[in-house]
């Protein structure tokens, strides 16, 4: 990774007011960061590296705690504790925030100038994924996934939304899901699919939206009419914050950056398989009779070679 950013304004770093009056002033004028950082009451060294944030987009998604550290003119347990007080579980969330904003930032084709050449794809793409997976643990308690699954669980029925390459989780999902007996369906189309497969949710349906990288308008306008209409929203995303975030009723956050000019859903997918896993130890003696249902049709339908 390159991390070698050009300041985008003019400054040193610790030059900042430090009046602790929020990052309001900050955010006017680095709209990359969207509200990933709240207009809160900061400490002068907060100040700080929120001011070195804003103004290196690139190398705060990309450089070590130290260095950020070092051009705020602080120590690493101020950025740590910088992070927190915005709502973040460390600097690691943090950054994991602020890397997926500024690769929605630069173009589809610029991200393979940010991640470079490759000493071995295959080695690459499995240590990043690797990285991806660990993120991904740090950003989600065992209490977010639990009430995600209780509420899959009591669910009168399950639609779950993934387009493009995120149909794959989504499909994950539903497919193994349907086996397990619960009434679950996939939507990976856009437009009036979307539109006919949402219409009917309402009290005591479930939607499971997984969408990462750039944000889909026509599944987040779906997902706030289907919690409009009393459906309980999950949202599966590489952002804390945003619009989706802020439907959500259960978010669970992935790290999803890949290795050339496409994101990643190999912790998506991970993160789908403990659902998963939750989801049939909620209801075992269901789940195990409709998997021995769906064992029997295999062989009725002569579906496989053994």
Not at 250 to 260: N, Q
Request: glycine share 8%; aromatic share 4%; hydrophobic share 45%.
């Amino acid at each position: 990774m390159n991390t070698n950013a050009v300041d985008l304004a003019a400054g040193a770093p610790g030059t900042a007011s430090g009046t602790g009056t929020g990052t309001a002033a900050a955010s006017a004028s680095h709209a990359w960061l969207g509200d990933a950082l709240p207009d809160v009451p900061l400490t002068k060294a907060q100040s700080r590296v929120v001011d070195v944030i804003a103004r290196n987009p690139q190398l705060s998604s990309y450089a070590d705690i130290a260095e950020i550290a070092q051009r705020a003119d602080v120590n690493n347990s101020t950025v740590v504790r910088a992070a927190q007080h915005l709502g973040y579980r460390g600097w690691p969330d943090l950054q994991r925030e602020l890397r997926s904003r500024y690769l929605v930032m630069i173009s589809t084709e610029d991200t393979l100038t940010e991640h470079g050449e490759h000493r071995s794809p295959l080695h690459d793409a499995l240590n990043h994924d690797i990285e991806n997976l660990r993120l991904t643990l740090d950003s989600n308690t065992a209490d977010d996934a639990e009430a995600a699954i209780a509420a899959m669980a009591t669910a009168k029925s399950i639609t779950v939304v993934g387009l493009g390459s995120f149909a794959g989780p989504a499909s994950v999902m539903a497919h193994l899901g349907s086996t397990m007996g619960y009434p679950i369906t996939l939507e990976n189309r856009g437009g009036v699919h979307l539109a006919s497969s949402a219409n009917s949710l309402g009290d005591g349906d479930v939607l499971v939206v997984i969408n990462m990288w750039r944000s889909v308008r026509q599944i987040i306008v779906t997902a706030e009419a289907a919690k409009q209409a009393g459906a309980t929203v999950i949202a599966i995303s590489d952002m804390r914050r945003g619009r989706l975030a802020a439907v959500a009723d259960h978010l669970l956050v992935v790290a999803s950056e890949g290795i050339s000019f496409f994101q990643s859903v190999t912790a998506a997918n991970s993160l789908v398989y403990g659902l998963l896993a939750g989801m049939e130890a909620a209801h075992p003696e269901r789940s195990r009779a409709a998997i021995r249902r769906t064992q029997q049709l295999w062989k009725d339908l002569d579906i496989y070679l053994d």
